[in-house]
Every structure is written in structure tokens, then in C-alpha cells.
């Protein structure tokens, strides 16, 4: 067999040896260090900022965005369907419940329309709280997840967070760099959160951060990712804490990634076009769009497999390309299926369930040879 062409890949080529080894050389491979503190400015300066504070991996960043933005037990966070399941475990860290929208075919990202259509029918004011009608419990916030690296419709959304007054936390996790209208994903909410784990855009090994302008959540946030503790020298502590502190040696590899996103957003961009081109005449496959406004990183370049036109499922493409040495991915299961979120109210979920049955990711690592590529082009055609 041929090598195995990955799905998604870290790729290590700028000054990550040079500054990990300053870490090991200066003994400051721990908790604090300045390769944290540049790491924060950097990605504050990203996000179009004032803060960001950084953290074990995007999971717990999720975490405390939801704990210090206030939502409470028994809140809910209206979110996508259609994503990886981190941004629901971390509402239910909290006791709070995601509510999940249904995605818009097109680009997959979370329907605005029936977000709307959600928040004007099922929910309504009682004491001053808008309250989902179906579960008696209080909304609070509204999670874009900007999908597949892909940007959601902010404009509309935070319209809707505006007339409602809810709350908007990003999950930047899959979208570093992404733009809508030329503005950078993660500078829209209250607070948005980015993940660096092997598998994104860019990675620190694992890790995570949450920018914010809000200097009250900035300083509330690394108090609690930092255990809570209230005085330099003794162990007093005026909360419960969290260890979820990024180490200086995940920062000085993320640092030094991030010195490469420019570029690497460049490579899934040709990436994506490589696809589009060679992949367009083929019947039966639906390549991914981008929205008027949008500018996607093509974290993950998917298709959907439409098995009666295309002559095999997505799942059985899998394995011939698996065959092949060539790894591929469906999306995630919608999370309205999934048994820990079985009490968790969804709305009108009709597009999705097609999505996951149809969808599959195909290599997008940035360093993918044109030879590479090539392979896959073929093996699917
Ligand atoms: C990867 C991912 C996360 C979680 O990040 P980790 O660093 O793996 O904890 C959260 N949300 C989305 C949408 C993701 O893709």
C-alpha cells in the first residue's frame, strides 16, 4: 500500500524547535512563561481584541466563556445541530442545556431563518425572561459556530441577539482566519473561543483560547483558569478554580504556528480550488459553497455523496478510499441523536440528517503535494 494520506495534519516548519527549545533550555516549560503571554497578545491582535486569555484546549475555553458570560443552570444556549459535540458538553459543565437549530443547505452553517422562527414562536417574555415555551426554561445565548472553517451569517444573527437580548459566544475552533464581510470570525460575540488541538487550522499540541473586549470577563476568566486563587502566596482561594492553564511550551508551539496562518490559510484555499476544479464535472457529488460576504479557510474540504446518482454512499466511498491509503471523515452525528443530549429540545431538524448521511471530508492537511492530491482526485473519479 501506498502512504497513507492523512485527513488533517499538524505541520511543523517554522520556529517551533527554536522557541520549545527556549522553553526547555530556561527551565520554563510550566504554567506561566512569556510564550503565553505573546500567544495572547498575538491571538488578541487576531481577533481584533482587547483580551485573550489562553487555556488547556477549546473545550474549556467554551467552559468558562459560558461560566463568566453569567448563563446559569437550567439556561439554555441555542447552537447548531451540525457540529462537533464540545460546545454542548461545555453548556452542560454548567447545567445549562443547548438547544439545537437546525443547518441551511447551502453551507451548512447554522438556518438563521429558523433561529428566527425558533425565538418568535416557541419562546416568549414572562417576568422579563424569554423562555422556550417547550421546556420552561430561559434562553440566554446564542452560539455561532462557525462550521468547517466556514462563517455563519453574523449580521443576522446578532440582529436576532440584539432583539432578543441575548448573549453571543463564537466557537472559533474550526474557523481561525476565517472572515465575513472582511471582519474576522471571533470578533463579533461577547466572547469567542478558538481551539489549538492537532487537528485545526493551527495547533499548540492541544490548547485554547477565549478573546473577549470585556475586561471584567478577561480578568474573571484567567482568575478561574488559573484555580482561583486570590493571594500571590498563600493558598487562598475565593471560588471553586479550574486548571486549565496553557503551558508555555503548548504556547510556543502555537506561537510559532501562528506565525504560519497567513500562509496556511493561503494552502487550503488552493487546496479547496484543486478540488472544486477536478471534482465539479463528477455526477452525483455537491462540492461545498461559500456564502456572499463569506471568506472560508476550507478547514475541512467536504462533499456530499448522492448515493443514487453517484453510484456508492458516502460511507462506502470511505472505505474504497481507505482501500486506497487515503483517509476521509463523515461530519458529525447531528447532536440531537446523541443519548447525552436526549433531553435537550431541537428544532425543526429536516436538512441535517441528509448532511451527515451524505457528507465526507477529504485529505485537506496544508501540506498535501500536489501529487497527493492528485491521488485522491483520482481514487474518487
Ligand atoms: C475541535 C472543536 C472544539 C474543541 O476543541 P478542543 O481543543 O479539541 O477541546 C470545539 N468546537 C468545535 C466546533 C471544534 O471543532
Not at 522553553?23 to 516549560?29: M, P, Q, R, S
Request: aromatic share 10%; glycine share 8%.
Amino acid at each position: 500500500m501506498k502512504d497513507l494520506i492523512p485527513l488533517s495534519v499538524p505541520v511543523i516548519k517554522g520556529n517551533e524547535w527554536k522557541y520549545v527549545k527556549d522553553c526547555l533550555d530556561t527551565g520554563w516549560v510550566s504554567s506561566v512563561g512569556a510564550y503565553v503571554d505573546r500567544f495572547e497578545e498575538q491571538m488578541a491582535k487576531l481577533a481584533g481584541r482587547k483580551y485573550a486569555i489562553a487555556c488547556v484546549n477549546g473545550t474549556s475555553a467554551l467552559h468558562m466563556a459560558f461560566l463568566v458570560a453569567g448563563i446559569k443552570a437550567d439556561e439554555e444556549i441555542v447552537m447548531p445541530t451540525l457540529t462537533f459535540a464540545a460546545p454542548a458538553f461545555a453548556a452542560r459543565y454548567i447545567g445549562a442545556w443547548p438547544v439545537f437549530i437546525d443547518v441551511e443547505p447551502d453551507h451548512w452553517q447554522m438556518d438563521i431563518n429558523k433561529l428566527s422562527e425558533f425565538l418568535e414562536k416557541e419562546c416568549r417574555y414572562t417576568g422579563g425572561r424569554l423562555v422556550n415555551r417547550h421546556t420552561k426554561r430561559t434562553v440566554r445565548a446564542i452560539l455561532a459556530v462557525h462550521v468547517l472553517g466556514h462563517p455563519v451569517d453574523m449580521d443576522e444573527l446578532l440582529g436576532l441577539s440584539r432583539k432578543y437580548g441575548l448573549l453571543v459566544i463564537e466557537d472559533v475552533a474550526e474557523s481561525i482566519g476565517a472572515k465575513y464581510h472582511q471582519q474576522s470570525t471571533g470578533s463579533f460575540g461577547d466572547l469567542a473561543c478558538f481551539s489549538f488541538n492537532g487537528n485545526k487550522v493551527i495547533t499548540c499540541g492541544g490548547g485554547g483560547m477565549i478573546v473577549t473586549d470585556d475586561k471584567k470577563m478577561a480578568q474573571r476568566i484567567k482568575h478561574l483558569t488559573t484555580q482561583a486563587k486570590s493571594d500571590p502566596i498563600e493558598y487562598l482561594h475565593d471560588e471553586i478554580g479550574f486548571n486549565y492553564r496553557m503551558t508555555n511550551v503548548q504556547a510556543a508551539i502555537g506561537l510559532a504556528q501562528l506565525e504560519n496562518l497567513d500562509e496556511y490559510i493561503v494552502l487550503k484555499k488552493k487546496i479547496a480550488g484543486i478540488y472544486d476544479r477536478h471534482l465539479k464535472k463528477i455526477k452525483g457529488l455537491s462540492l461545498p459553497q461559500q456564502a456572499p460576504g463569506a471568506e472560508s479557510i476550507w478547514w475541512l474540504y467536504t462533499v456530499l455523496v448522492d448515493k443514487a446518482v453517484f453510484g456508492k454512499d458516502s460511507r462506502a466511498l470511505m472505505k474504497s478510499l481507505a482501500v486506497a491509503g487515503i483517509q476521509s471523515r463523515p461530519l458529525w452525528c447531528p447532536l440531537y441523536k446523541l443519548a447525552p443530549f436526549k433531553d435537550c429540545y431541537a428544532f425543526k431538524i429536516a436538512v441535517v440528517d441528509r448532511l451527515y448521511e451524505q457528507a465526507l471530508s477529504l485529505p485537506s492537511s496544508v501540506n498535501l503535494s500536489a501529487e497527493d492530491l492528485q491521488r485522491v482526485i483520482k481514487a474518487i473519479k
